[in-house]
C-alpha cells in the first residue's frame, strides 16, 4: 500500500507507505449497508443528469458567470453537444462520500458529502488495506475480529466496467488510456486498477494532456488515436482542477471529448458532480423531475441528503448568508473545487461571506450544513510523523460503476468501499492532501 514521495516524486524506487490508522474504525453496520444500498441509486442519477442539457443548464447558469473553471467545462460540453456526440458508450465511476452525522441523542445519521465523478481516487490502494488491518489485530491476538473485516475490491469493480465499455467499443486493438497527472505520487492506486485490465489482456497506456496534445488525432469517423494507437477508454485521473490546463491541454481535452472513445467521464458527467449541482439536488422536486417513477430510489437518496442552500443572488441566497454570518459553525461554504482543501469554515467563512455577501461572485459558492461525527480514538500512520494517539473521525465512499450503451443500462453496480479517517483539528481535507489516512471499518 504505497505512495511515491513527495521529495522524488517521479521514482518508483524510493517509496514510501501510504498514511493509515494503525486499527480499523467502528462503522455502525446499518448505515454501512444503507451507502451500499443507495449506491445503484446515485449511478442512475448521475447518468440521468449528464443526459438532461436543459437541467445543466439552468442549474449551472449563475455558476458560470462567475467561475471561470466551470464555465470553460461548460463551454466544451455545448460545443460537443453542437457537433453531435461521436460517443455511444458512456462509463460512469464514481464514489458517494458520507460521513456519520451524531444527532443530539447519539444516534448517528447517514449523510453524504459529495459524489466524485471525476478521478475518485483509492479504489486500488483500498483493495489491499483490509489485510493490513487484518494483520494487526491478528499480532493484537484479535484472530475473531480480525476474521470478521470485509473482504473488498474495488480495483476489480472499476476494472470490471472500464472492460465492459472497451468491449462494448468493438475494437480489439484498442488501448485504455488512462490520462494522468505531470506529478503522479499516487501512482500505485491507479496501477492496481490497471493490473486488472491486463489480467484480461486489456492493453492499457498512460498519457498526459501534453502526451495527448501532441500525439492525438481523430479520424473522419472521430476514432481517437494517440501515438499510433486507438483509444477505446480514456480514464481520466487528472483534469478536475483548473491547475491541471494550460491552453494546451484545454485544447488537448475538447479533442478527447469531441472523440468516439467512451470518456470515464464525459464532460456532461464532470458537469453533473459539481457541487452547485449537489445543492440543485436537495430542492423539493428536482429528483421527482430528474428521475420520474422512481419514488423508492428518490426517498432512499433523499434520506441522505444533509441541508444545501443556494447562495444565488436573490431573497433566498440573502437570508441564508444572513444565517451563516451570524452562526457561521453551522455550515460549511464551498466553492465549484474538488480535491480537498478548498472549502471554508468558522471565523475564515464569516469572514469570506461577509465580504461577498452583496455581490455576484458568492454564487460561485454553496452552503451545507456542517456534519458532525462523534469522534474516536485511533493511531495515524504517517512516514515522518511521530506516532500519538489522535481524536478521530472518519468519511465512508462508496464506488459506483455503471455502463450504458445507447439508452440502455448494460451494468449498474457498487463496486467496493473506502473509508478515510482524520484528526478533528482538520476541518478539510483528504489522504492526497495529507490530512486523512487509509482505513478499514469495523461493522458494529
Ligand atoms: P472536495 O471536492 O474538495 O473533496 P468535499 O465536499 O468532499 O470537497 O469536502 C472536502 C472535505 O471537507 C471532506 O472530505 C470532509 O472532510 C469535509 N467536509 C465537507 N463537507 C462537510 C460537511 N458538510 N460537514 C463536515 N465536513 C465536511
Ligand atoms: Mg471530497
Request: glycine share 6%; proline share 4%; with cysteine.
Amino acid at each position: 500500500v504505497l505512495m511515491r514521495t513527495e521529495e522524488q516524486p517521479h521514482a518508483s524506487d524510493v517509496v514510501n507507505y501510504a498514511p493509515f490508522t494503525l486499527l480499523p474504525s467502528a462503522v455502525p453496520r446499518a448505515l454501512f449497508e444503507q451507502a451500499y444500498a443507495v449506491q445503484q441509486d446515485f449511478n442512475l442519477l448521475v447518468d440521468a443528469i449528464s443526459q438532461n442539457k436543459e437541467f445543466l443548464e439552468q442549474t449551472l447558469a449563475s455558476t458560470i458567470k462567475v467561475d471561470e473553471f466551470t464555465a470553460r467545462l461548460f463551454g466544451i460540453y455545448m460545443q460537443v453537444l453542437e457537433e453531435g456526440l461521436a460517443q455511444t458508450v458512456f462509463l460512469g465511476i464514481n464514489r458517494s462520500d458520507y460521513m456519520f452525522d451524531c444527532g443530539l441523542d447519539g444516534t448517528a445519521a447517514l449523510r453524504q458529502i459529495e459524489i466524485n465523478t471525476i478521478a475518485a481516487s483509492f479504489g486500488g490502494l483500498t483493495s489491499h488495506t483490509a489485510n493490513v488491518h487484518r494483520l494487526v489485530l491478528k499480532v493484537l491476538g484479535k484472530t475473531e475480529e480480525a476474521s470478521r473485516l470485509l473482504l473488498n475490491n474495488p480495483a476489480k469493480g472499476l476494472a470490471w466496467g472500464i472492460a465492459k465499455a472497451w468491449e462494448l467499443y468493438g475494437s480489439p486493438r484498442a488501448v485504455v488510456m488512462f490520462l494522468v497527472e505531470e506529478i503522479q505520487r499516487n501512482i500505485f492506486d491507479q496501477r492496481c486498477v490497471e493490473n486488472e485490465l491486463w489480467n484480461r489482456n486489456i492493453r492499457v497506456i498512460r498519457k498526459r494532456f501534453r502526451d495527448v496534445f501532441e500525439q492525438g488525432s481523430l479520424d473522419a469517423s472521430r476514432r481517437l488515436y494517440v501515438d499510433g494507437q486507438e483509444v477505446a477508454v480514456v480514464y481520466y485521473r487528472e483534469g478536475y482542477v483548473p491547475q491541471n490546463y494550460d491552453q494546451q491541454n484545454w485544447e488537448a481535452r475538447l479533442l478527447l471529448e469531441r472523440s468516439r472513445a467512451v470518456k470515464c467521464p464525459d464532460i456532461a458527467t464532470q458537469l453533473a458532480g459539481t457541487k452547485k449541482v449537489q445543492q440543485e439536488l436537495s430542492r423539493p422536486g428536482t429528483l421527482e423531475k430528474l428521475l420520474p417513477g422512481r419514488s423508492e430510489a428518490i426517498a432512499r437518496m433523499r434520506a441522505t441528503f444533509a441541508g444545501l442552500y443556494s447562495l444565488d443572488e436573490g431573497e433566498e441566497g440573502d437570508r441564508i448568508a444572513a444565517t451563516a454570518i451570524a452562526d457561521p459553525d453551522r455550515f460549511v461554504l464551498k466553492p465549484q473545487r474538488e480535491g480537498g482543501g478548498n472549502n471554508l469554515y468558522g471565523e475564515e467563512l464569516r469572514q469570506v461571506l461577509e465580504k461577498i455577501k452583496d455581490s455576484p461572485d458568492r454564487t460561485s459558492y454553496i452552503l451545507m450544513d456542517k456534519i458532525k461525527p462523534q469522534p474516536a480514538l485511533n493511531y495515524l500512520l504517517r512516514a515522518h510523523s511521530p506516532l500519538q494517539v489522535s481524536e478521530c473521525i472518519s468519511e465512508l465512499g462508496i464506488f459506483g460503476v455503471y455502463v450504458r450503451q445507447g439508452q440502455e443500462l448494460v451494468l449498474n453496480r457498487a463496486a467496493g468501499h473506502l473509508l478515510r479517517t482524520k484528526a478533528v483539528e482538520h476541518a478539510d481535507g483528504g489522504v492526497a492532501a495529507g490530512v486523512a489516512v487509509l482505513d478499514t471499518p469495523y461493522l458494529v
